[in-house]
């Protein structure tokens, strides 16, 4: 099994920086295997198509706001 390995004091993990949390690129790579093909799939449906057209409208508002 990979090795997986976690700080965890507060002062390196946090909500705003999960750097502490440190993986095996195998580990990585098997996360990928795992969810890409759910997301692909759910991109690939209409509830998914639409879900991403509307988060590009969001992102084009807020480049315009930049």
């Known amino acids: 099994m990979d090795e997986?390995?976690?700080?965890f004091t507060e002062s390196e993990v946090n909500s705003d920086n999960i750097?502490?949390?440190l993986i095996?690129?195998?580990a990585a790579?098997?996360?990928v295997r795992c969810f890409l093909p759910d997301i692909v799939s759910f991109f690939e449906s209409e509830q998914g198509r639409k879900e991403f057209e509307e988060w590009d409208k969001d992102w084009d508002k807020l480049k315009e706001i930049e």
């Open 4 to 7: 997986v390995k976690i700080k």
């Open 29 to 31: 790579e098997s996360l």
């Open 19 to 21: 750097s502490g949390v």
């Open 24 to 26: 095996s690129e195998d």
